[in-house]
T-cell receptor, first 113, second 112 residues
Framework: AQSVAQPEDQVNVAEGNPLTVKCTYS??????LFWYVQYPNRGLQFLLK??????LVKGSYGFEAEFNKSQTSFHLKKPSALVSDSALYFC???????????FGKGTTLSVSS | DTGVSQDPRHKITKRGQNVTFRCDPI?????LYWYRQTLGQGPEFLTY????????KSRLLSDRFSAERPKGSFSTLEIQRTEQGDSAMYLC??????????FGPGTRLTVL
């Protein structure tokens, strides 16, 4: 069965410092991996995805993620955090044959000034 | 703005009442998904349409839930005889040819 784990409920980082939000997955075959961000009382906004190709994927708002097949991970990163990055972040996966996304429980990112 | 709209944004109802939500996807996208998100959890898949055909349903979609997409454009999700456990955010997603699912703002349901 497909699954996604986000091992940290909350990540705290100071503004200007690099940030990492962790995600590991389990899927049969090649994974399609996604990161979304959710602000309070809002829907999910797409940040980036990995389907194939380069392991380092660049996305919106300066975020990037690194696909690591051997570690089955897809960690979200940003070199310099902003206070406005504070939000709830979701990692999601599906396999090539699937249609629906399987989401992790989410990680709350808090960036302090 | 993703181009996916949902109505209403908030719905408060009493237990036992029926409710209906609407989703208007991005116009040229023929696939449409419904998800449910409860507090502290990620979204969970409910059902999926390709044009007007409902192709997949999750085990979460009990017989009190019904979804339609009559003309392959907008979709409705109805919950009959609501229960307090139905309180959640209901999200609609519209994916394009690039496999990226774009989500609407959601309908937050509160069952009293």
């Amino acid at each position: 069965a497909q699954s996604v784990a986000q091992p940290e409920d909350q990540v705290n980082v100071a503004e200007g410092n690099p940030l990492t939000v962790k995600c590991t997955y389990s899927v049969s075959g090649n994974p399609y991996l996604f990161w979304y961000v959710q602000y309070p009382n809002r829907g999910l906004q797409f940040l980036l995805k990995y389907i194939t190709g380069d392991n380092l994927v660049k996305g919106s708002y300066g975020f990037e993620a690194e696909f690591n097949k051997s570690q089955t991970s897809f960690h979200l990163k940003k070199p310099s955090a902003l206070v406005s990055d504070s939000a709830l972040y979701f990692c999601a996966v599906r396999d090539q044959a699937g249609t629906a996304l399987i989401f992790g429980k989410g990680t709350t990112l808090s960036v302090s000034s | 703005d993703t181009g996916v709209s949902q109505d209403p944004r908030h719905k408060i109802t009493k237990r036992g009442q029926n409710v209906t939500f609407r989703c208007d996807p991005i116009s040229e996208h023929n696939r449409l998904y419904w998800y449910r998100q409860t507090l502290g959890q990620g979204p969970e898949f409910l059902t999926y349409f390709q044009n007007e055909a409902q192709l997949e349903k999750s085990r979460l979609l009990s017989d009190r839930f019904s979804a339609e997409r009559p003309k392959g454009s907008f979709s409705t999700l109805e919950i009959q005889r609501t229960e307090q456990g139905d309180s959640a955010m209901y999200l609609c997603a519209s994916p394009g040819a690039t496999d990226t699912q774009y989500f609407g703002p959601g309908t937050r349901l509160t069952v009293l």
